[in-house]
């Protein structure tokens, strides 16, 4: 089994930053992907940032040049860096771990921006 645990969502003001955390432990052998997703209210859950076997990194269109996703190989974290927060990035953001066939999901850490 595998576990995640996020740490660093809450409330910010437009224009500032956060950084979220999510370490992956358990049964980790190989991961091929770790990164983030959202879910905003009454939408559905999008993708935010992922890394691909350590490497290729993809963006949503809306975060491309305000966030960065990075890992740690050797805590098996993943972080999401996110600057000029916008009012529209409110949401609950996801961890999102594939290792091998399967996937695991964090239970969420919210992220409010205010205007």
């Known amino acids: 089994q595998v576990q995640l645990v996020e740490s660093g969502g809450g409330l910010v003001q437009a224009g500032g930053s956060l950084r979220l955390s999510c370490a992956a432990s358990g049964s980790i052998f190989s991961i091929r992907a770790m990164g983030w997703y959202r879910q905003a209210p009454e939408k559905q859950r999008e993708l935010v940032a992922l890394i691909i076997s350590g490497v290729s990194t993809n963006y949503a269109d809306s975060v491309e040049s305000r966030f960065t996703v990075s890992r740690d190989s050797s805590r098996n974290t993943v972080y999401l860096q996110m600057n000029d927060l916008k009012p529209e990035d409110t949401a609950v953001y996801y961890c999102?771990?594939?290792?091998?066939?399967?996937?695991?999901w964090g239970k969420g850490t919210l992220v409010t921006v205010s205007s």
């Open positions: 999102y771990v594939q290792i091998a066939s399967m996937t695991y």
